[in-house]
């Protein structure tokens, strides 16, 4: 047995379709060699069970050897399939299904594939490490089909790491149909993010930089008011050039900054990942 697929026998049929199915749902295929149908079902099968990563577990039954449990559970013809939980059948069809029926079957009563990731993004933003839950509500997005709850809930995330921009990319993709309480919360975080980045002491720092371009620690300045108001792009060009004139400016201070601006970003980052290159380059 594999923690999705298991090969029912009369010795492990209580096991499975009774006690497993109190934990998860069991998806019970009854097969025999001679069935044609049964052979492209299978794999298929298969194929979803390891899709689903455990979310429930594919018990296969062979109708030939185990007859009585066919018997008790009413199988007439092969291929039939079952869901069952907490002991009983609840869901199931017989003869050989397209892929997208069995998915919309198994949706019903499954969490979907990606569940799985935005319950680990949720559990890292519960410990404060919005950075590190990033990566997963952005697989999650991306697996979905960019389904418009979890692409709200990763422009939230972003807003919460003052990544501005990023979210405001995905909440103007948001469908009127889908702009719900929580889309109205993060349409009006995103307003008040970008008022922010228009601070007068930002203002200030910019005019300062025009009049005297190539003081170093002015431009090292308003790198650091960028990183803090979504302008990461900028800050990473700004202290790329600062240690370009000076490697250890202000005892490390350049470089450092630089470093946690890349570690915010998080492993996988595409702006991160092309700055990494060209800092690296620079130190080695």
């Not at 199931?92 to 198994?106: D, H, K, M, N, V």
């Not at 702009?179 to 601070?199: I, T, V």
């Not at 450092?256 to 080695?284: C, E, H, N, S, W």
């Amino acid at each position: 047995m594999t923690d999705f697929i298991v090969d029912i026998t009369q010795e492990n049929a209580q096991q499975y379709l009774v006690e497993e199915s109190s934990k998860r749902p069991v998806v019970v295929d009854f097969w025999a060699d001679w069935c044609e149908p049964c052979k492209t079902l299978m794999p298929l099968m298969e194929k979803l069970a390891n899709e689903y990563a455990g979310a429930f577990l594919l018990a296969k039954v062979n109708a030939d050897e185990l007859q009585p449990i066919c018997q008790q559970l009413g199988v007439r013809s092969l291929p039939t399939v079952m869901i069952f939980k907490d002991g009983q059948p609840v869901d199931g069809f017989s003869g050989a299904q397209p892929e997208t029926a069995i998915r919309e079957l198994l949706q019903k009563h499954l969490p979907a594939p990606w569940q799985a990731l935005i319950d680990q993004a949720n559990a890292l933003m519960a410990e404060d490490k919005a950075n590190e839950a990033i990566p997963l509500l952005r697989q999650a997005y991306q697996d979905s089909g960019e389904q418009p709850s979890i692409g709200i809930g990763l422009a939230q995330v972003y807003l919460h790491v003052n990544r501005v921009k990023e979210a405001e990319a995905i909440l103007t993709t948001i469908p009127m149909a889908d702009q719900d309480a929580a889309y109205e919360q993060a349409m009006a975080q995103l307003k008040l993010k970008q008022e922010a980045a228009e601070s007068p002491e930002l203002k200030a720092l910019e005019e300062k930089l025009a009049a005297d371009p190539d003081n170093l620690e002015l431009i090292y300045q308003l790198a650091v008011q960028y990183s803090q108001n979504d302008k990461t792009a900028e800050a990473l060009e700004m202290l790329l050039g600062v240690l370009r004139k000076d490697l250890n400016f202000q005892d490390g201070a350049a470089k450092k900054a630089m470093m946690d601006i890349l570690a915010a970003l998080g492993k996988g980052d595409p702006l991160a990942v092309q700055y990494q290159r060209k800092f690296y380059t620079l130190l080695y």
